[in-house]
C-alpha cells in the first residue's frame, strides 16, 4: 500500500519560496509517476507538475519557469521547489502517485493517480 505524507506549506508573501515534501512509501519514487495537483477553494483540482517514471519533468504552463520538481530517491522524497509565488498560488497542494506507465499527455491529469496524500496548505498574500 502506498502512503504519501506532505509538508512544507505555510503563508507566505508574493514573490516568495517554498518547498513542499512528498514522503513516500519505500521503492513509490523511484518506480511510479509522481506529481504535484493543488486545489483552490471553489476551483477544481488541477495538474501543476509531474515527472514520469522515465524521469522526464511535466509542468503546467502557469508554473513553467517557477516551479522545480526533484526527488531524493533513497529517502523516497518528492519536492516541489515553488519561486516567485503569487495570490493565485494559494491552494491546497497534493502529492500524488501513478503506478503503471502514463503517457507524457497525461501525467498532469487525475485520472491515472490511485494515490493520493492528504494536502499540504499554501497561502501567499
Known amino acids: 500500500h502506498v502512503q504519501l505524507v506532505e509538508s512544507g506549506g505555510g503563508a507566505v508573501q508574493a514573490g516568495g519560496s517554498l518547498r513542499l515534501s512528498c514522503a513516500a512509501s519505500?521503492?513509490?519514487?523511484?518506480?511510479?509517476?509522481m506529481g504535484w495537483f493543488r486545489q483552490a477553494p471553489g476551483k477544481q483540482r488541477e495538474g501543476v507538475a509531474a515527472?514520469?517514471?522515465?524521469?522526464?519533468?511535466n509542468y503546467a504552463d502557469f508554473v513553467v519557469g517557477r516551479f522545480t520538481l526533484s526527488k531524493d530517491v533513497p529517502k523516497n522524497i518528492f519536492y516541489l521547489e515553488m519561486n516567485d509565488l503569487k495570490p493565485e498560488d494559494s491552494a491546497m497542494y497534493y502529492c500524488?502517485?501513478?503506478?503503471?506507465?502514463?503517457?507524457?499527455?497525461?501525467?498532469?491529469?487525475?485520472?491515472?493517480?490511485?494515490?493520493w496524500g492528504q494536502g499540504t496548505q499554501v497561502t501567499v498574500s
Open positions: 515527472v514520469s517514471q522515465d524521469g522526464r519533468s
Open positions: 500524488a502517485a501513478a503506478a503503471g506507465y502514463v503517457p507524457a499527455s497525461e501525467v498532469l491529469r487525475l485520472v491515472p493517480y490511485g494515490y
Open positions: 519505500e521503492y513509490t519514487v523511484s518506480t511510479y509517476t
